[in-house]
């Protein structure tokens, strides 16, 4: 009788990969700088060294409020409109009574900690520069 006949070998047995679940999505970073928050609510502080109140509502791109200004006896409000950037955290306001002798434009920085908002007032007429910091009020 002949010897036993040895299988021929079979060929190394493929490997799967294995399915892994996908990795979610890290979530989309602020853009760099981004200081987000925002400037509603009211803020009280000073305006060229008076004591002074900002109150703002609405939508970043159409914000609205008062700006109220103690001098000595008597407050000055005035009604301002404008808008903010998250991305820097940048508030630009201009009085809505633009026919008034001290009107103008305001441009304030928000801290990234929504703490502070600070900033100058230019006035249309003449240009004097007036600096101003105010502070959220909790």
Same mark, same amino acid.
């Given at each position: 009788?002949? =010897? !036993? ?5 079979? !060929? =190394? ?11 979610? #999505?890290? &979530?989309? #970073? &602020?853009?760099?700088? +981004? $200081?987000?928050? *925002?400037?509603?609510? /009211? ?10 109140? @900002? %109150?703002?509502?609405? &939508? =970043? ?7 109220? $200004?103690?001098?000595?006896?008597? /407050?000055?409000? +005035? %009604? $301002? ?9 940048? @508030? ?16 304030? %920085? @928000?801290? *990234?900690?929504? +703490?502070? @908002? ?6 249309? #007429? ?8 105010? *502070?959220?009020?909790?």
């Amino acid at each position: 009788r002949p =010897p !036993p006949r040895a299988e021929p070998a079979s !060929p =190394p047995a493929r490997v799967q990969p294995q399915a892994t679940a996908p990795v979610p #999505a890290e &979530p989309e #970073a &602020p853009p760099t700088g +981004s $200081v987000g928050g *925002s400037p509603l609510g /009211a803020w009280s502080g000073s305006f060229g060294g008076r004591p002074a109140t @900002l %109150r703002l509502a609405g &939508p =970043p791109d159409a914000l609205a409020g008062t700006l109220e $200004v103690r001098f000595q006896d008597r /407050a000055q409000a +005035s %009604r $301002v409109r404008g808008r903010f950037d998250p991305r820097d955290g940048t @508030l630009v306001l201009e009085d809505e009574d633009r026919s008034r002798a001290d009107a103008g434009a305001y441009t304030a %920085r @928000l801290t *990234s900690d929504r +703490s502070r @908002l600070t900033g100058t007032f230019h006035t249309f #007429a003449g240009g004097r520069v007036t600096g101003f910091s105010l *502070s959220i009020i909790p």
